[in-house]
Each structure stands twice: as C-alpha cells, then as structure tokens.
Nanobody
Framework: QVLLVESGGGAVEAGGSLRLSCTVS????????MKWFRQAPEKEREGVSC????????YYRDSVKGRFTISRDNGKNTAYLQMNNLKPEDTAMYYC?????????????????WGQGTQVMVSS
C-alpha cells in the first residue's frame, strides 16, 4: 500500500513563503510522477504542479509560475512544493498525489494515490 503524507502548511501573510513536503512510503517513489493539487472552499480541485520521476520535467499552472517550485529527493522519498510570494488566492487545501507522468496540463489528469492534505491560508 502506498501512503502519502503531506506537511508544511500553515497561515502566512501575503508575500510570505511556505514549503510543503510529501513523503511517500510503501512503494518505490521513483516509479511515480509527483503532483500537487489544491482545492479552495466551494471551488473545484485544480492541479498546481507536476514533476517527472527523474525530475527532468516539470509543469506548473499559469497562476503559480515564477512563484512556486516543485522538486523531489528520491533518496528521501519526498517531494516538495516551495511557495513564494503567496497571495490570498493561493488559500486552499493542498494535496500531494502520485501517478503517471504526462507532459503539460495532462499531468493533472491521473493520480493513483493521494495524501490527506495540508491547509494553506494566506491573509491579505
């Protein structure tokens, strides 16, 4: 059984930074692309960023480009989402997921395993 556990969420003021972590256990993380999604209250879940198993390819939704950076440390079975210059519209529950990698926005179409989520709140 593959288990994903997120951490690093919290409350910050606009312009602040947070780093989310997602640790994978129960399987070989190397096989999976790692993905971050988010869901704000009363809104649909949306993909935020993806990273290929080898870290050679990444993808970001337009609204976070230049502010968020996805990375992974396969030796630690952990993926990260560094979030800088946070905005109130980034407020959401953030979920880590693992699945196949597809280039571009199609990367958000597949996820085999999900974490429980970590809350991010950005005040103005």
């Amino acid at each position: 059984q593959v288990l994903l556990v997120e951490s690093g969420g919290g409350a910050v003021e606009a312009g602040g930074s947070l780093r989310l972590s997602c640790t994978v256990s129960g399987s070989t993380e190397l096989l999976y692309a790692m993905k971050w999604f988010r869901q704000a209250p009363e809104k649909e879940r949306e993909g935020v960023s993806c990273i290929a198993p080898s870290s050679g390819s990444t993808y970001y939704r337009d609204s976070v480009k230049g502010r968020f950076t996805i990375s992974r440390d396969n030796g630690k079975n952990t993926a990260y989402l560094q979030m800088n210059n946070l905005k109130p519209e980034d407020t959401a529950m953030y979920y880590c997921a693992a699945g196949d990698f597809f280039k571009g926005p199609s990367c958000f179409s597949d996820a085999d395993y999900w974490g429980q989520g970590t809350q991010v709140m950005v005040s103005s």
